[in-house]
C-alpha cells in the first residue's frame, strides 16, 4: 500500500530523515515506532503529501502522493495536532469534509453518532477537550470511507475507554472494509496489541520493519538450570543476552524457539523452559546496542 | 493515477465566505458610509440649502475626490492574510496540505474567494449608491459604475499584490511588514539615497516630490493619477487614468501569478517562519542592513551633528553605518531564526561581507567615481535651467545657458577649497555657537550663501543642484559675483520666473491684487494686514504695468545689493490668461509660481504670484497712490516708532 524508498529530507542542514525505507503492506496495521525525534511524524507528512522530500520516492499504491488529490482522497489523517477551523462545529466540519471527500458517507456519520454520545455536535470543536476533539477526527476519519489511516499518536490523550472505543472502531473498519493503517506511537504495549507489522524507527531511518509474527520468532527466552556450571552452547546459537540467578540461566537467544529449545536441550539441562516475549522485550534485545535512544524511550 | 485537473473547490469557497464575512462587512459598512450615505447628505443639504451647485455636480465632485486606493490597500492584506492565513501555522498548514485537493486549487479558491470578500461590499456600495442617485439626482450614474470598475480594478492589483507578498512570508507580522516596505520602499529609498547623497556630495538635493508620485509608490501614483476630473473649460466630469489602472490590474495579476508559482515551490515546513523562500533571507539581512543601517546611520548623524562641518559628518555618518547595518544585519537574522543565537561565523561573515560592500560603496561616492558631484550638463542637452538664490531666474537661449554653466564650473572646480573652508570654519564656528562666557572668538567662523541650479534637459528630466557657497573667500567672492550679477540681474529672466517662460504670449491680465504690510494696534503690536487694490480691470492692467516697468527699471534686480529699504511690503497678484495650464512653460524650479498651482477656467487659466516691494518698486508704489490705494510711500513703511528698518534677506 504504502512504498517509501530512499526518502532524504533536510531541515536547515539537519538531515530529518536518511535514506529513508519502508514497505506497509496492503491491509496491515502497521505500528510505527521511535523515540522522539526519530522522524515519525516527518515521514508521515510525506506520506500525506504534505512535505516533499528532498530526495527518493513516497508511493501509495504505485502512485507518487504529492500533489496527487485521487491518491490523497484514498486516506483518511489524524495528526497528533488537530487542526479544526475556528468558530467550527462538527456539523461544520462534516460539511467541509464531505465538500472534499468524495467517498465521504454522510449516514455513516449520523450511524456512529451513537458511539460519540459525549460529543456535542452543535459546539464549537475548539471548546471541547482534547479527547473530544480527537473523536471527533476519528468520526470524521471513519467517514470518509478511506482504504488507508493514517494516525499520528491517535489515542494519546484520551481516557481508557475511549481508548479503547477509538481502536474496537479502527478494529471493525479493518475488519469490514480491509482498510490498511498505519500508526505512529510511543507506547508498544498498545501497538503490541492492535498490530500486525511494525517498524522501528531512530534518527531518519526504519531500523527494523518486520511483521509481529517474524518478530515474534526471531528471538527467544530460555531459562535453563545444570547440574555444574553451564556448558559451552553448540556453535550458531547467539546468545543476546544473559543474566544468571544462582544455578538459573537466563538466555536471550537469536532464532526461533523450536531451534532454540533443541540447541539447548543438546546441553542437558536440568531444567529448561522456553518463555515468550513481550514486544518491549524483543525490540530491546534486538537492537541490542545499537541505540542508547531507543533503548530509552522503551523503558 | 492523477485526479482530473481541477482549480477550483466550491467547498472552500463557500468556507472562506462563511468564516471571513465579518471582515467583508466591516468593510462594506465603511464603503456605505463613505459613498451613498455621504452623497446622501451632500445632495440633501445641497437642495434644503438652496445651493447654486447642481446635484450632479454634486454627484460628480464626490467621485472627484475619493481616496479609494488607501482603503483597498489596507483591506487587500488583511483578506490575503486572512483567506490564505492558513499557511502561518504548521497545525493548520499540515492538515489542509493532507486534504485531496492540490496547491492550484487551493490557491485559485482562496484567491477568488479573498477578492469576492472586497468585490462584493464594493458592488453593494456601487447598487447602493446608484439608488441614491436615482432617487436624488438622476443623473451621472455612469460614474457610480466607473468607480466600481476603478476600484475593482484597484483591487485586482492590490490584492496580487498583497498574495504575493503573503506567500514569501511565514506568519502574520511579517506579511504586514513586508506588505508596508515594499509599498514604501521607492520613495523611502529616494529619500534615504538623497539624504545620504547630500550629506556626500557636495551640491546634491533631494528630489522627494517626484518620488512621491512615482508609479513604484502605488498608493499615492494611483490617487493622483486615476480617477474623476472636471474639465474646467466645459465643466464636463471626465476619467483619467484608464491605461494606467490597466496597466497596474494586468501588474497585479502577473503578481498573482508569481503568487501561485511561489506557492507551489513552497516548503509547507516553514509555517511559522519569518519567511518562506530561503532566497529571500539573504535579501533580507542585507537589505536591512544597508537600508534600515543607512537611515540609521543618518538620524544618529544629524542628531549628534549640529555644528559640525559637512567633512565631520561624513566621518560621523561611516562610523554610525559600520555600527548600525552591523547590528541591523544580526536582527535581521534574529528574525529570520526566531532566536537571539545568531552570533555564527557563516553570517558573521557575512555581515563583514556586507559592511565592506557598504563602505566600498561610501568610498566610491566620496571620491566620485561616479562623477555626480562633477557633473556639468551639456550645453546641447539643456532646454531650460533655473537659478536661484538672491532671486530666482530662468535661461533658454544658449548663450544665458552657455552662462549659467559657466558658473556652474566655476563652483565646482573650486568645491575641494569650499569644502576644506567649511572643515576648518565649522569648527571654530561650533566653539562660538557652544561659547557660553563669550571668550571665544568668531573670526574663523565661516559665513555662507546659497546657489542653486536647476537644468531640464531635452528628455525631461531634471538635474538639479544647490550649493554652500563660503563667502568668507573674498577672491572666490569676487569670481562668483562677476558671474552671478549679470545673470541674477537680467530683468527679462526675472521675469520669466515671475510670470512663466513664454510670459510674452500669455498675454497676463491683472484680475486682482492686494497689498500686505506691517501696521500697529492700540498695544503697540505689529500685525500684516492685508488691502485689496479695487479698481477697475483697466486700473489693475495699469498696476501690471507699472509692476513690469519695475522690472525692466531693475527694482527686483538685486544680486550683491545689500541696500536698505523703508518699504517693505508684499504685493499679491492674481493674473488670468486665456491660454490653457499647459501651455504655460514654469521655471525649471518652478519659479515664483511654485506654490501655486494654475487653476483651470472655462476659457483659460488663473494664476497667483507674489513680488516682495522695495523703496525701489517706485513705478508700482506710484500706480498704488494714482490708485488711491495708498497716500504716499510711507503707508508702506514700517510703522513709526519701530527702530527696526527692513534689511533686505
Keep these: ?299 | 493515477m492523477q485526479s482530473k485537473i481541477s482549480c477550483f473547490n466550491k467547498t472552500i469557497f463557500k468556507k472562506n465566505l462563511t468564516r471571513f464575512w465579518p471582515f467583508a462587512v466591516l468593510y462594506g459598512v465603511y464603503l456605505m458610509m463613505v459613498h451613498p450615505m455621504v452623497m446622501y447628505l451632500e445632495i440633501s443639504n445641497n437642495m434644503q440649502n438652496g445651493m447654486d451647485t447642481k446635484p450632479w455636480q454634486v454627484v460628480g465632485d464626490h467621485f472627484t475626490g475619493m481616496t479609494e486606493p488607501v482603503s483597498v490597500f489596507l483591506v487587500a492584506i488583511v483578506i490575503a492574510a486572512a483567506v490564505f492565513g492558513y499557511l502561518y501555522q504548521s497545525r493548520s498548514a499540515n492538515m489542509i496540505h493532507a486534504f485531496p485537493v492540490t496547491r492550484t486549487e487551493l490557491f485559485v479558491t482562496n484567491y477568488l474567494s479573498g477578492l469576492a470578500l472586497m468585490a462584493i461590499p464594493q458592488l453593494l456600495a456601487a447598487l447602493a449608491t446608484n439608488l441614491v442617485i436615482l432617487g436624488k439626482a438622476n443623473s451621472m450614474i455612469w460614474a457610480v459604475w466607473t468607480w466600481f470598475g476603478i476600484t475593482f480594478g484597484e483591487t485586482i492589483f492590490f490584492f496580487g499584490f498583497a498574495c504575493f507578498i503573503v506567500m514569501f512570508t511565514g506568519q502574520l507580522l511579517a506579511a504586514g511588514l513586508f506588505y508596508m516596505i515594499w509599498n514604501f520602499l521607492y520613495v523611502a529609498s529616494v529619500m534615504l539615497i538623497n539624504a545620504v547623497g547630500e550629506l556626500m556630495i557636495y551640491g546634491l538635493s533631494g528630489a522627494l516630490i517626484s518620488a512621491i508620485s512615482h508609479p513604484l509608490f502605488p498608493v499615492a501614483y494611483l490617487l493622483r493619477k486615476v480617477g474623476f476630473y472636471m474639465d474646467g473649460s466645459t465643466q464636463i466630469y471626465h476619467v483619467q487614468g484608464i491605461s494606467t489602472l490597466l496597466i497596474y490590474a494586468g501588474v497585479g495579476l502577473i503578481l498573482t501569478a508569481f503568487a501561485w508559482y511561489i506557492y507551489q515551490k513552497r516548503r509547507i515546513e516553514c509555517a511559522g517562519d519569518f519567511l518562506s523562500m530561503k532566497w529571500t533571507m539573504p535579501v533580507f539581512r542585507w537589505g536591512t542592513a544597508i537600508v534600515v543601517g543607512a537611515a540609521g546611520a543618518l538620524c544618529w548623524t544629524y542628531l549628534t551633528g549640529e555644528y559640525t562641518s559637512q567633512n565631520r559628518m561624513v566621518t560621523k555618518f561611516v562610523i554610525f553605518l559600520v555600527i548600525c547595518s552591523a547590528v541591523l544585519f544580526f536582527v535581521a537574522e534574529m528574525f529570520i531564526e526566531k532566536s537571539f543565537r545568531v552570533l555564527k561565523k557563516r553570517i558573521a561573515m557575512e555581515c563583514v561581507s556586507c559592511v565592506a560592500v557598504l563602505l566600498i560603496g561610501v568610498g566610491l561616492l566620496q571620491l566620485d567615481v561616479f562623477g555626480i558631484e562633477s557633473y556639468v550638463p551639456q550645453t546641447e542637452e539643456i532646454r531650460q535651467v533655473a537659478l536661484s538664490g538672491n532671486g530666482n531666474v530662468s535661461f533658454e537661449d544658449a548663450s544665458d545657458v552657455e552662462q549659467v554653466r559657466a558658473l556652474h564650473k566655476l563652483i565646482v572646480d573650486h568645491r575641494k577649497d569650499q569644502k576644506a573652508q567649511m572643515r576648518n570654519g565649522a569648527m571654530e564656528q561650533a566653539a562660538v555657537v557652544g561659547d557660553v562666557d563669550g571668550s571665544a572668538s568668531a573670526e574663523n567662523a565661516y559665513y555662507y550663501d546659497y546657489i542653486g541650479i536647476t537644468y531640464t534637459l531635452n528628455n525631461g528630466k531634471n538635474v538639479s543642484r544647490s550649493y554652500q557657497i563660503v563667502t568668507n573667500d573674498t577672491s572666490f567672492k569676487e569670481l562668483l559675483t562677476a558671474q552671478c550679477e549679470g545673470l541674477f540681474n537680467d530683468p527679462e529672466a526675472l521675469k520669466r520666473s515671475y510670470f512663466g517662460m513664454n510670459y510674452k504670449e500669455l498675454n497676463w491680465q491683472l484680475i486682482g491684487a492686494g497689498v500686505d504690510h506691517a501696521r500697529v494696534d492700540e498695544r503697540g503690536e505689529y500685525f500684516y494686514d492685508s488691502d485689496p487694490v479695487y479698481g477697475s480691470q483697466e486700473d489693475l492692467q495699469k498696476l501690471f504695468d507699472a509692476v513690469l516697468a519695475d522690472f525692466d527699471a531693475g527694482a527686483f534686480s538685486d544680486y550683491g545689493w545689500n541696500g536698505a529699504s523703508e518699504v517693505s511690503a508684499t504685493m499679491n497678484l492674481t493674473l488670468r490668461t486665456d491660454h490653457k495650464r499647459e501651455e504655460i512653460r514654469f521655471a525649471s524650479d518652478g519659479g515664483y509660481m511654485s506654490y501655486f498651482d494654475g487653476e483651470e477656467l472655462p476659457n483659460g487659466t488663473q494664476v497667483y504670484s507674489s513680488l516682495y516691494l522695495t523703496d525701489r518698486c517706485t513705478n508700482i508704489i506710484n500706480a498704488l497712490i494714482e490708485l488711491g490705494e495708498i497716500e504716499s510711500a510711507d503707508d508702506l513703511r514700517v510703522p513709526e516708532g519701530d527702530d527696526v528698518i527692513y534689511e533686505k534677506y
Design chain 1, 1 to 299: 500500500m504504502i512504498r517509501i524508498t530512499d526518502v532524504v529530507k533536510d531541515f536547515d542542514g539537519f538531515r530529518a530523515l536518511n535514506h529513508l525505507d519502508m514497505h506497509v503492506p496492503k491491509g496491515a496495521i502497521y505500528g510505527l515506532v521511535g523515540p522522539n525525534g526519530a522522524g515519525k511524524s516527518t515521514i508521515i507528512r510525506h506520506i500525506t503529501g504534505v512535505y516533499k522530500q528532498d530526495q527518493g520516492e513516497v508511493k501509495i499504491d504505485g502512485t507518487d502522493v504529492y500533489e496527487n488529490p485521487a491518491v490523497k482522497a484514498k486516506f483518511a489523517y489524524i495528526p497528533d495536532d488537530i487542526f479544526y477551523f475556528t468558530q467550527a462545529n462538527t456539523i461544520d466540519m462534516m460539511k467541509y469534509y464531505k465538500g472534499i471527500y468524495p467517498k465521504f458517507d454522510a449516514e455513516l456519520f449520523s450511524a456512529l453518532a451513537d458511539c460519540f454520545p459525549a460529543v456535542d455536535v452543535r459546539r464549537n470543536i475548539r471548546s471541547l477537550s482534547k479527547g473530544m476533539q480527537k473523536q471527533v477526527a476519528f468520526w470524521l476519519s471513519v467517514c470518509c470511507r478511506p482504504e488507508l489511516l493514517i494516525l499520528d499518536e491517535p489515542v494519546d490523550g484520551l481516557d481508557p475507554v475511549m481508548r479503547r472505543q477509538i481502536w474496537s472502531i479502527i478494529m471493525n473498519d479493518v475488519a469490514e472494509h480491509g482498510t490498511t493503517v498505519l500508526v505512529s506511537s510511543h507506547n508498544l504495549r498498545e501497538l503490541e496489541d492492535v498490530c500486525d507489522h511494525v517498524g522501528i524507527m531512530n534518527e531518519g531511518k526504519i531500523l527494523i520493519e518486520k511483521s509481529l509474527s517474524d518478530l515474534q520468532g526471531s528471538v527467544t527466552k530460555v531459562q535453563a538450570a545444570f547440574a555444574g556450571d553451564m556448558p559451552k552452547l553448540p556453535d550458531g546459537i547467539q546468545v543476546l543476552h544473559k543474566t544468571t540467578t544462582g544455578r538459573v540461566h537466563t538466555l536471550i537467544l537469536k532464532g526461533e524457539p523450536k531451534e532454540a529449545e533443541a540447541a539447548m536441550a543438546a546441553t542437558n539441562p536440568l531444567l529448561l523452559d522456553v518463555l515468550p516475549l513481550t514486544l518491549e522485550e524483543i525490540f530491546i534485545y534486538e537492537l541490542g546496542g545499537v541505540d542508547y535512544a531507543v533503548k530509552d524511550f522503551l523503558f
